[in-house]
């Protein structure tokens, strides 16, 4: 990937995880040249997998950060109970060097380099269905999606065959079909689960996690070099096997194959240059991350994939005696309507039986049960509207759980050749509603060593999801005791918002400008060559993870926006 002195290309993409390297493969495929900018460090795929084949005891302190470090570096995304260690530290920031505030706690989980979340991200794929597009028309909440499930479906299509997703077609109405490679396989507790739930409990259904994976030959020449997934689960170190979907294995070895590629790092957008008399954006302005020094690129047309937050606040620093709240803010929704999934609520239990059966490898994905609230008249509950799903496994027990502190000597020796008893848990994934008082802004008093605002948090999830996390534990609970476990209990371990680490919202999609930043093709209301594609314009949330449906819309918007520059639209 080329730096060129060079600064006037036919597009930016501003960021490079899941949707910035989705925005350049579909730019640079269409033939514009296109620049990258990455406001974090140079990863290289395969080389900058440091940690990707050691064990625990070849890192130091077998794994663990130290707390002194954690405190000093990590105060707020220690605290997530999500591992930061030695083996995957250095691909989050570090909290000390990117402060942000908060008047609502906010777990915002970073990773700033090329490739972005795109290599730590959980991988699950699913599509949002016809009636996730239509919910809040219906209800009356918020605002209508300018979309419906039909436009986005061959995007799907699209993306799903070019990444890989291994899964299986079960024709749900609530989660839809996809291009699929072979799924991954169940285990026997996982197996004897699913029979016994969708043969006792009308309409519950239990599936293989849709997941990024490559359990197959993809049919494109634009792989990457990628081969199938080794089942090691050490994902969130980066794959040297190209095995999951990142943007690094994936979409910019795509983008650069075209020969029309630019990728600068270290390159912090914080404004959008506009035109006020073409009424266009010309161009981004960007700091350089280790020398300070600033610097203006141009463009045509300008992609932020940045996140939803990033995004959001490069927006609002983009000011203008056009847009004097934030470019693109007429409707004063910029910013506001955060949106993550809930979760870490669910049951656990006990199975007796199959102890003489166990499982191999180690499979990065689990199971999947789809919402079953509120999805018709029968399904129809009180307490709350919208719904959730589950991901969940089954495995025997490590076997340190089975030396108590008075086994000994042959005693241990003896116990460390037997695994444990089977367990399963399943963990809910429940929507959240948008809500204008969830926002973010800025605090122009308080900035970071570049000297750009910090953001200010102000969101938490609502009475919905609340009450939605008891149904959540109890349905958790019910399956699995139905399925024959025992000693099944429920937990809730608290709801805050960031930890999905699914931020949308802060620029949505919507028909009328009054009360929308984007249109339906991403496109920023006022400012057309201006598009927002990462979790910005999500209107909604439903239950499923989104980064595939974050991936659909770019690759829809890209190609509209190339069509629209040949036909001088933009």
């Given amino acids: 990937m080329n730096n060129q002195n060079n600064h006037r290309f036919d597009a930016i993409v501003v960021g490079s995880g899941i949707t910035g390297g989705w925005a350049a ?7 514009l040249n296109t620049l990258v ?9 395969l080389k900058d997998y440091t940690t990707a084949m050691k064990d625990k005891w070849d890192l ?5 950060v130290p707390g002194s470090e954690m405190e000093k570096d990590y105060p707020k995304q220690g605290r997530t109970g999500y591992t930061i260690d ?14 942000y505030q908060e008047k609502r706690r906010f777990d915002w989980m970073r990773g700033y380099h090329l490739g972005g979340r795109s290599i730590t991200w959980g991988r699950q794929s699913y599509r949002l269905s016809p009636m996730d597009f239509e919910a809040n028309l219906k209800e009356g909440i918020a605002v209508d999606w300018p979309v419906r499930y039909k436009d986005i479906a061959p995007w799907y299509d ?5 990444i890989g997703v291994s899964g299986e077609n079960r024709g749900f109405r609530q989660l839809p079909d996809g291009q699929f490679l072979p799924p991954m396989e169940m285990n026997c507790v996982e197996s004897h689960f699913m029979n016994e739930v969708e043969s006792k409990i009308k309409n519950r259904f239990v599936t293989i996690g849709r997941t990024a994976h490559l359990t197959g030959p993809l049919n494109h020449e634009n792989h990457g070099n990628r081969t199938n997934c080794m089942y090691r689960n050490r994902c969130r170190r980066g794959c040297p096997y190209g095995g999951y979907f990142s943007s690094l294995s994936s979409t910019l070895p795509a983008a650069e194959a075209t020969g029309k590629l630019t990728v600068v790092t270290d390159a912090i957008v914080h404004e959008v240059i506009y035109d006020e008399h073409n009424k266009k954006a010309t161009g981004v302005r960007v700091i350089d991350s280790n020398s300070g020094e600033s610097t203006e690129y141009f463009a045509k047309v300008i992609f932020l994939c940045a996140s939803a937050i990033a995004s959001a606040s490069i927006m609002m620093q983009s000011k203008s005696n056009r847009f004097p709240n934030g470019m693109g803010n007429d409707s004063e929704e910029l910013g506001h309507n955060i949106m993550d999934h809930h979760l870490e609520v669910g ?6 039986g199959f102890e003489d059966k166990y499982h191999k490898g180690r499979r990065p994905n689990g199971i999947y049960i789809p919402r079953f609230r509120n999805i018709d008249k029968k399904s129809r509950v009180d307490g709350f509207v919208r719904g959730y799903g589950y991901q969940g496994s089954a495995s025997r027990n490590n076997w340190t759980a089975n030396i108590a502190e008075m ?18 848990g399943l963990e809910g994934f429940g929507e959240c509603l948008p809500d204008h008082k969830n926002q973010m802004t800025l605090d122009y008093n308080r900035k970071d060593k570049w000297g750009l605002p910090t953001v200010v948090f102000d969101a938490g999830f609502g009475q919905n999801e609340l009450a939605m996390r008891e149904d959540i534990a109890e349905q958790a609970a019910e399956m699995l005791e139905t399925a024959g476990f025992s000693n099944v209990e429920t937990y809730d371990l608290g709801a805050n918002m960031g930890l999905g680490i699914h931020e949308m919202g802060t620029a949505r999609m919507g028909r009328d400008p009054k009360t929308s930043v984007l249109n339906g093709w991403n496109q920023v209301h006022s400012v057309k060559n201006v598009f927002v594609t990462d979790g910005s314009f999500m209107t909604s949330s439903a239950c499923q993870n989104p980064s595939l449906t974050y991936m659909a819309f770019t690759a829809r918007a890209a190609n509209y926006a190339v069509d629209q520059l040949k036909k001088d639209n933009l």
Avoid: C, I
């Fill in 347 to 352: 049951a656990y239990g006990k199975f007796e």
């Fill in 86 to 99: 030695q083996a995957g530290k250095h691909f989050f920031v570090k909290d000390s060097e990117h402060p």
């Fill in 407 to 424: 086994a000994v000597g042959g005693e241990v020796k003896d116990k460390m050749q037997y695994p444990g008893e089977w367990t399963m």
């Fill in 158 to 162: 699209h993306v799903e065959r070019f």
């Fill in 60 to 64: 130091p302190n077998r794994g663990k």
């Fill in 25 to 31: 493969k579909e730019l640079t495929e269409n033939g």
């Fill in 37 to 45: 900018l990455e406001r974090g460090r140079k990863v290289e795929h």
